[in-house]
């Protein structure tokens, strides 16, 4: 079956890659300002599943369709991707030497035979940032990492040397959680091995 990737993230793509899978990327263009939602582990789950029924319902025939959404919650309200310096530089002020919880919802929908089974979820991780400089902030804005990725930081890249410790699945803080994903997909009846490329495993 096709393996869709509903997300137009490298960094998801990348971990599913380095996992030994082959997904296909259709990027979804629904519209988040849509969803409405103050708890921000639950607006992770609503997000990725409007991102992978988008997706779905615009592919034809059997496939497996995974579509994922990250938001950090901090002092109790989720926060997505900042998209301005300015939102950038304030938001790191507030969690530099603090931490917050990266929320990621996962949906996963398996069509095949003419039937449909789907599950969403979500994995959440403890991020611990470290209590960094304002000209670091103002130089690791200025590079345009942090203001397209949930929180306004990475950890596999320039921001990762301003994590100092995260509790939970590392996976998850890329943007997709490989144990539930597994998981999910077992529960829905397709083993993780029967997704690997043929060359991940000779």
């Not at 025939?61 to 109790?76: H, K, N, P, T």
């Not at 989720?78 to 917050?100: D, F, S």
């Not at 000209?135 to 990725?149: C, N, R, S, T």
Request: charged share 20%; proline share 4%.
């Amino acid at each position: 079956m096709r393996f869709i990737l509903a997300s137009k993230s490298p960094s998801r793509l990348e971990l599913l890659r380095r996992a030994g899978l082959d997904p296909e990327v259709q990027v979804s263009n629904f519209d988040e300002s849509l969803i409405v939602e103050p708890q921000p582990s639950r607006l992770a789950l609503r997000l990725a599943a409007a991102k992978g029924e988008y997706v779905a319902e615009r592919v034809a025939g059997d496939a497996i369709f995974v579509a994922c959404d990250s938001v950090l919650e901090f002092e109790g309200r989720a926060h997505g991707k900042p998209h301005t310096l300015e939102a950038t530089t304030a938001q790191w002020r507030r969690i530099r030497g603090r931490q917050g919880v990266l929320h990621t919802g996962h949906f996963v929908l398996v069509r095949h035979g003419g039937e449909a089974r789907q599950a969403i979820r979500t994995a959440s991780t403890v991020i611990k940032f470290a209590d960094i400089t304002d000209d670091e902030i103002a130089a690791y804005a200025a590079q345009g990492e942090p203001l397209q990725v949930a929180g306004a930081f990475t950890i596999d890249g320039l921001g990762g040397a301003f994590v100092t410790g995260i509790e939970g699945d590392p996976h998850n803080v890329i943007g997709l959680s490989l144990p539930l994903l597994r998981q999910i997909l077992l529960d829905l009846g397709v083993t993780w091995p029967s997704l690997w490329k043929a060359e991940a495993t000779s």
